[in-house]
């Protein structure tokens, strides 16, 4: 009799715990209506999804992507290529950028938080994400039509080649804040579209999971600007070399990113001095400029280009050429007599 009686309030507990269970699955299908990932969708495209051994789609709402990716090329967005809206200056740059393109198509206004104008080493973070999310939308994933990234923070470290120190945790906060505080107003078109306001190089980003051992960020999202997702959306991107993370110099990746954007699939791209300056956004004179993009080119160490600096009296006459270190296409070009 007992032991029919607890079998009894048994069945009843387990019976309660169910019920219970299908209020909840009945108001998180309101809560969270069927989109991509909906269990319901995964049911009906595959009627013998359960004897798959599936189990369903435990975050249908997932309002992020997840950068999760081992086997991608890094991209770079071509519009902040152009643009020098990166300080290339490695102590705080406090001071308002604006810079007019010479046919006056394009301009940028670049304002400071009081952390310093975002550097072309805070850049790293925007060329990880946009790369994670790039190789995504050609393996056709659906969250990478988010503008929300998490990553961790360990993985991003080693991918840009940085090290992996308290100091180097401590830098990334810091590169974190300037990129949120670090603000633009432009009429430079991504994906056909020009934002008509001012916004940050990213609208936020939070810590997601530290370790409890140091307090050192684990995970961390970042939502991306809608400029840079427009530019990421319509594949507005090039590729980059690796080697672009051991450049040491701001000057020298800014230099790379120019004759990347310029050269394209071209053997030679050639621009007077004083434009080349004005483009690469150096703060320096014109003569030092000069003096620093000639031991550059005489340490000859860029990734995928060389390039020369012509003498003439007059620096305004001085022209810099670069040239593809791919010898077959330089030496076809040559041949045939093209300048490009």
Not at 8 to 14: G, H, K, L, P, V
Not at 18 to 32: D, F, P, T
Not at 143 to 171: C, E, M, P
Not at 201 to 216: G, L, T, V
Request: glycine residues 4%; hydrophobic residues 35%; proline residues 4%.
């Amino acid at each position: 009799m007992e032991r029919d009686k607890k079998i009894s309030a048994s069945t009843a507990s387990e019976n309660l715990l169910v019920r219970k269970i299908e209020a909840l699955r009945q108001r998180s299908k309101q809560l969270n209506p069927p989109e991509y990932h909906s269990t319901e969708n995964v049911e009906n495209d595959s009627p013998t999804a359960s004897s798959k051994g599936l189990i369903p789609v435990r975050h249908p709402g997932r309002a992020f992507f997840l950068a999760d990716l081992i086997d991608y090329a890094l991209k770079d967005d071509s519009a902040s290529m152009e643009a020098p809206i990166f300080t290339l200056s490695t102590k705080p740059d406090l001071s308002i950028w604006s810079w007019v393109s010479k046919d006056g198509s394009k301009s940028i206004k670049v304002t400071p938080s009081v952390l310093g104008r975002a550097t072309l080493f805070d850049k790293d973070v925007l060329i990880y994400v946009v790369s994670q999310l790039n190789e995504a939308l050609n393996r056709g994933r659906e969250d990478a039509r988010l503008r929300a990234v998490r990553f961790t923070v360990h993985d991003f470290l080693v991918a840009t080649n940085r090290g992996v120190s308290g100091d180097d945790y401590q830098r990334l906060h810091e590169t974190f804040e300037r990129l949120r505080g670090t603000m633009i107003s432009t009429d430079i078109r991504t994906n056909g579209r020009r934002i008509r306001e001012g916004f940050g190089i990213i609208d936020r980003w939070k810590i997601i999971e530290k370790s409890p051992a140091n307090e050192r960020m684990v995970a961390v999202e970042v939502t991306l600007s809608e400029w840079l997702y427009n530019a990421v959306q319509a594949f507005e991107v090039l590729t980059i070399h690796p080697d672009y993370f051991r450049l040491r110099k701001p000057l020298a990746r800014r230099l790379y990113e120019l004759a990347r954007k310029h050269c394209g699939h071209q053997a030679k791209w050639s621009i007077g001095l004083p434009l080349l300056h004005e483009k690469s956004g150096s703060k320096m004179l014109l003569k030092q400029f000069h003096e620093s993009i000639k031991q550059i080119a005489l340490s000859d160490y860029l990734p995928e280009y060389r390039f020369s600096v012509s003498k003439a009296s007059r620096l305004a006459n001085v022209r810099v050429s670069f040239y593809t270190r791919n010898v077959k296409r330089l030496v076809s070009a040559l041949i045939r007599g093209s300048p490009s």
